[in-house]
């Protein structure tokens, strides 16, 4: 058994330029950013400075315009890109079009390919994925999914109510997860944001301020769409989001621990500047141990995401494997800026030295694709039914 974790040219020369690309271009525009609101014209001008760069979409294939990285490699770009909360809406590897992307590319057929994947990887568009509802719906538990989706003449028609529904206002298409009232199971639709059953609503007033098109209501009256719009084959829709939800929990990690990162870095450097009671704030013993458990937190989830990553790669489901990780990252990464704040003091909890934006952003990473009490619950029944399997064999 051998382990390398030594990184190729080219992905080195990437990491490179992403960290260049995010400290010139991307870092400066921040500040208007969280002032302002990150706009679809922002979203453009950093988009068209990343292609201009060569760092476009890392993760994507080479065949749809993107880098063509293996999985494992994208974790070391993601990471990059995640040091500015814009840095990842620059190179279109953000949520929820970098999981769209990458369902689409799984699954779509070759008209839903030249319709929705290829203008969604070019970043002419963005994109949704309406599968969280209010109580008593789908959240965390997909079994409650509520909304519905009927056979009609010609195709469906989907009724039901979204919510919490990430860059909804102003998506060019939502990927519907509805109910069948006629069978057993779901599937995935694909619906233009000019259809005249389905409407965009109030945004949620949520912790996070940094996304394109808030987190939204979306209603669906009676919203028709023809056969063509079933996304893969109907019924698998279950399936097909566990196609998706798998790698855009680590893609999620990816991002996340670069933004701990940079918050971390930040703080750091606040704490060798800082001078208090005689001394640099860094030389005092309790700083010193937000210090070393930030190091510890960062390098352990490092370690965790990469090991994840490369056995998707390799092509491994990476269920219950993405589910360790984004419960460790998520909560690691949590700690590690809460840490940040503290050492930075009041200022730290500002959008000013940022690390008070990163912390409001990061908060909901322990909840969506899966709030961390229930990967645990996940967890822990695989783990029995491992052990009772172990027993049954030895007896």
């Known amino acids: 058994m051998s382990f390398d974790f030594s990184l190729s040219e080219r992905t080195t020369e990437w990491r490179d330029r992403i960290a260049a690309f995010v400290r010139d271009e991307v870092i400066p525009r921040e500040q208007d950013a969280f002032a302002n609101g990150v706009t679809d014209a922002l979203r453009a001008e950093l988009q068209r400075a990343a292609r201009a760069a060569?760092?476009?979409?890392?993760?994507?294939?080479?065949?749809?315009?993107?880098?063509?990285?293996?999985?494992?490699?994208?974790?070391?770009?993601?990471?990059?890109?995640?040091?500015?909360?814009?840095?990842?809406?620059?190179?279109?590897?953000?949520a929820p079009d970098e999981g769209n992307?990458?369902?689409?590319?799984?699954?779509?057929t070759g008209e839903q390919r030249d319709a929705y994947l290829r203008p969604l990887a070019a970043g002419d568009v963005r994109s949704c994925f309406a599968m969280t509802e209010p109580p008593p719906g789908a959240g965390s538990d997909p079994a409650a999914l509520r909304t519905s989706a009927t056979r009609a003449p010609g195709g469906w028609r989907i009724n039901g109510h979204k919510h919490l529904i990430t860059g909804a206002d102003g998506a060019a298409f939502a990927i519907v997860m509805a109910r069948h009232d006629d069978r057993d199971g779901a599937s995935m639709f694909l619906v233009d944001a000019d259809n005249p059953g389905m409407t965009v609503g109030a945004h949620a007033r949520t912790l996070d301020a940094t996304m394109p098109g808030g987190h939204c209501q979306v209603a669906f009256d009676g919203a028709f769409v023809p056969d063509a719009a079933v996304l893969g084959e109907p019924g698998q829709g279950f399936r097909y989001a566990q196609v998706r939800l798998a790698p855009a929990r680590l893609t999620h990690c990816m991002r996340w621990l670069g933004a701990a990162r940079r918050a971390h870095g930040i703080a750091l450097d606040r704490a060798l500047g800082r001078e208090l009671f005689g001394a640099p704030l860094a030389s005092h013993g309790m700083a010193q141990q937000l210090i070393a458990d930030n190091e510890i937190d960062l390098a352990a989830a490092r370690?965790?995401?990469?090991?994840?990553?490369?056995?998707?790669?390799?092509?491994?489901?990476?269920?219950?494997?993405s589910s360790r990780a984004k419960v460790f990252i998520s909560e690691a990464a949590c700690r590690v800026v809460d840490r940040a704040v503290q050492l930075a003091g009041g200022m730290g909890t500002s959008d000013e030295l940022v690390i008070g934006r990163i912390y409001a952003d990061i908060r909901a990473f322990r909840i969506y694709d899966g709030a961390s009490e229930v990967h645990r619950m996940s967890i822990a029944r695989r783990v029995v039914r491992r052990a009772e399997g172990r027993r049954t064999t030895d007896a």
């Open 54 to 94: 060569g760092v476009w979409a890392p993760q994507v294939s080479a065949g749809l315009g993107g880098g063509g990285f293996r999985f494992d490699e994208a974790a070391v770009l993601l990471e990059e890109a995640g040091t500015s909360l814009l840095g990842p809406l620059a190179l279109n590897c953000a």
């Open 303 to 321: 370690a965790l995401l990469w090991h994840a990553c490369w056995q998707i790669a390799e092509g491994a489901r990476g269920t219950e494997e």
């Open 101 to 108: 992307i990458h369902l689409l590319d799984a699954v779509a």
